[in-house]
């Protein structure tokens, strides 16, 4: 716990049993670390799923599942751990659909884009990867390769999705992704942020990946529908959403921030300035970052520096399942960005070390491998759950990112 102490230059004690131990200066403390996390959040999995589902109690829903997939990928690239690779291949497989593209029938009638999106981000790393390839099924109709079910296919089946919706989508606003796609659904009046900004996330990593101009062209025009209508703010706050409902047409935004909302972009961007070396992407890149930290990290009091926390709901402690998992993505995202963006480096470290450190001090419930969720209060605050642990993980293993393997380009 000395580095805790250290960072926060106060004093306080770890309740619960030992905390989890993390050096954030010794590579094998960190893998260590991620190895004890992966074994708590695979205490979630449920054996008996037909869609790869981890498992918790309602309300619980299929993207959090495709999040811990992608988490799992991580880990298995930056620990060479191969434990979890067939259970990853089988869980994405049995969600993919017959389409391809992470549409399932299991989640007909209320899947959202930012549903799918979240498992689309796991192939999306597997194709970066090199993530051992599902046995090839070959469909006719296939035109990006001679998989069907490559992780490159997928994610283009899925980014075409995106395209097609965003035309149906454009009769409001001038453009963007509704939340739903089913029209059915509650959430068909709603353009939201973490729908637009997976979106932009997708199209940035096919551009970086393939050079393919669409993608780049695409990504373009999703930030700057962005920022045209006010979702990516001036100060580049990322807000939660608009609704394009009977005349509203996005002329009222909804100004909450959550965390995940700015990750999706700040990647985007960073992707884009890998695609591009375009220095304006660079520039974005910066602004995201800096308007994450300024939201997303130092506890409600400024007591805890560089420590990251959800302030729409962890200070109240009204953080739902979903909620509770959100720093998680910021981690990982910031951590990637960090790694295409190197002038970002020396920001996202500082922010991701004593994040990391304080995440742990946090994971000190029943065992080392059950995380709270408020890691600015220095020791487990007994708010245990599967977004805690996934969100416990991606801090502690996105500091890996340093000695990653370089994502891969289409040759
Ligand atoms: C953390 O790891 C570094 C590098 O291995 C080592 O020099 C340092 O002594 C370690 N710190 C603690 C507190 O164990
Ligand atoms: C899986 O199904 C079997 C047989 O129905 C049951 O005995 C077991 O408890 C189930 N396991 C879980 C984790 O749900
Ligand atoms: C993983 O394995 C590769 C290939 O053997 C090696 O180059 C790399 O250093 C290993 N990484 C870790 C974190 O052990
Ligand atoms: C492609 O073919 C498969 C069957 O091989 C079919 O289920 C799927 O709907 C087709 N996709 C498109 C986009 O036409
Ligand atoms: C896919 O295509 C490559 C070359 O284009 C070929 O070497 C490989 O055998 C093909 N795989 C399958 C499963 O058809
Ligand atoms: C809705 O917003 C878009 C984009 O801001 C604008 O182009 C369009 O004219 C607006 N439509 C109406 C009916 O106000
Ligand atoms: C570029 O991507 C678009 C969209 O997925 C696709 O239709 C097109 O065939 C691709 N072009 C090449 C040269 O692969
Ligand atoms: C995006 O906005 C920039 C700056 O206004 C403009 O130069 C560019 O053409 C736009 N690109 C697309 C694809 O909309
Ligand atoms: C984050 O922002 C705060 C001010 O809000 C600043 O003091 C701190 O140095 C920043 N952190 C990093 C790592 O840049
Ligand atoms: C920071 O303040 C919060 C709320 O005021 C408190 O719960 C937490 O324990 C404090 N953290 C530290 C490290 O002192």
């Known amino acids: 716990m000395t580095g805790l102490v250290l960072l926060f230059g106060l004093l306080f004690t770890v309740c619960g049993a030992g905390a989890l131990h993390l050096n954030v200066s ?4 960190i893998s260590q670390a991620a190895t004890t996390l992966t074994k708590g959040l695979y205490g979630y999995h449920n054996v008996n799923s037909t869609a790869g589902q981890f498992d918790q109690p309602q309300p619980w829903f299929w993207w959090l599942s495709g999040a811990g997939w992608t988490a799992l990928i991580d880990y298995t690239v930056y620990t060479n751990d191969t434990t979890y690779v ?6 994405l497989a049995q969600s993919l659909g017959p389409s391809f593209d992470f549409v399932p029938p299991q989640q007909a009638g209320w899947e959202a884009n930012d549903d799918q999106v979240y498992w689309v981000y796991a192939a999306l790393t597997a194709m970066e990867y090199d993530f051992p390839a599902l046995p090839c099924v070959t469909a006719a109709n296939n035109t990006i390769g001679n998989c069907t079910n490559s992780w490159y296919a997928v994610a283009v089946h899925a980014f075409e999705d995106f395209v097609t919706r965003w035309s149906i989508d454009s009769e409001t606003c001038g453009g963007g992704l509704k939340w739903q796609y089913n029209p059915s659904a509650s959430g068909w009046y709603y353009k939201n942020a973490v729908s637009n900004g997976g979106f932009f996330q997708t199209a940035a990593r ?7 101009q669409t993608y780049t062209l695409w990504a373009t025009n999703i930030w700057n529908w962005s920022v045209r209508t006010g979702l990516v703010g001036d100060g580049y706050q990322v807000f939660d959403g608009m609704s394009d409902a009977e005349g509203a047409n996005c002329s009222s935004i909804n100004h909450d921030q959550w965390s995940y909302n700015v990750a999706a972009y700040l990647s985007g961007a960073a992707y884009m300035y890998a695609a591009t070396a375009d220095p ?6 910066h602004g995201l970052l800096a308007s994450a930290n300024s939201t997303f990290f130092g506890g409600p009091s400024s007591n805890a520096t560089d420590v990251m926390f959800e302030p729409k709901c962890e200070p109240s402690g009204s953080c739902n399942t979903d909620q509770a998992s959100f720093k998680g993505s910021l981690a990982t995202w910031m951590a990637k960005a960090s790694a295409l963006v190197p002038s970002t480096r020396l920001t996202v470290k500082a922010l991701l070390d004593s994040s990391a450190v304080a995440a742990a001090g946090a994971c000190s419930g029943l ?13 487990f605050d007994g708010n245990a759950g599967f977004g805690q642990t996934l969100a416990a993980l991606e801090v502690v293993q996105s500091l890996l990112v340093t000695t990653a393997p370089e994502m891969a380009v289409l040759s």
């Open 26 to 29: 010794d590579q094998e403390s």
């Open 367 to 379: 065992d080392s491998d059950t995380c709270g969720l408020r890691w600015y209060e220095g020791g």
């Open 86 to 91: 067939s259970d990853i291949q089988a869980a």
């Open 206 to 212: 096919l551009a970086r990946y393939s050079g393919n």
């Open 280 to 285: 304006t992407w660079e520039t974005i890149t």
